[in-house]
């Protein structure tokens, strides 16, 4: 079965608002990354977060091993936020393959 | 900063067709990968190379060859395009291992007729 799943699969929101993206894994699987896939089809690295909280601007990671699971927070959101994000775990420890959720599209209306 | 380039952006082919895809990266990265990325599903691995002429296969190997003939440049062959696929390929780079943060292309699209 799939090893790493996002929630919600789309999410609409008013310019201005919140969003909190999910990521769930199965124990096997290490560390964590978050990815912003561009409308026209590039990807973007937002944060590498194996564990605890990072923060980039109006990004906020938080990473939480025991419970399986990490989230994406969004605040203030922008028409420029939208997109796909998408969060990808290692496989194992040291590994070089990575298993990506399917992500969650985002739509910023104006 | 560096920069990975796909050629094409956008490849059309026939059903039985072989079809090759580059990938050309100028971070000096040891580590590059290939995937695949079907509509509204995540991307999955089809082969990655930590070395010069080293391969390793993914989950989606089958179907696929490639060749790292040089540091900056992994290549993969489509090796009989399937009719009625449309994916997109994504091709990514890494300092070493998938851990570390990857830095993607931006995809070549592929419809086979």
């Known amino acids: 079965g799939q090893q790493v799943q996002q929630s919600p699969a789309s999410l609409v929101l008013q310019e201005g608002e919140n969003a909190e993206l999910q990521c769930n894994f199965s124990?096997?699987?290490?560390?964590m990354q978050w990815f912003y896939q561009r409308p026209e089809g590039s990807l973007v690295s937002l944060f590498y977060n194996p564990s605890g909280t990072k923060q980039s601007g109006r990004l906020t990671s938080t990473t939480v091993i025991k419970e399986r699971r990490s989230s994406l927070h969004i605040s203030s959101s922008q028409i420029t936020d939208s997109g796909t994000y998408l969060c990808a775990m290692e496989r194992s420890s040291g590994s070089w393959q990575l298993i990506f959720g399917s992500g969650t599209q985002l739509t910023v209306m104006p | 900063g560096g920069i990975i380039t796909q050629t094409p952006k956008f490849l059309i082919g026939q059903e039985g067709q072989k079809l090759t895809l580059k990938c050309q990266q100028n971070?000096?990265?040891?580590?590059m990968y290939w995937y695949r990325q079907d509509s509204g599903k995540g991307l999955r691995l089809i082969y990655y190379?930590?070395?010069?002429?080293?391969?390793q296969k993914g989950d989606l190997s089958e179907g696929y060859d490639a060749s790292r003939e040089k540091k900056s440049s992994f290549s993969l062959t489509v090796t009989s395009a399937q009719k009625n696929e449309m994916a997109v390929f994504l091709c990514?780079?890494?300092?070493?291992?998938?851990?570390?943060?990857?830095?993607f292309g931006s995809g070549t699209r592929l419809t086979v007729l």
């Open positions: 190379s930590i070395t010069e002429n080293d391969l």
């Open positions: 990514a780079s890494s300092i070493n291992r998938g851990g570390e943060t990857l830095y």
């Open positions: 971070f000096n990265h040891d580590t």
């Open positions: 124990t096997s699987l290490n560390s």
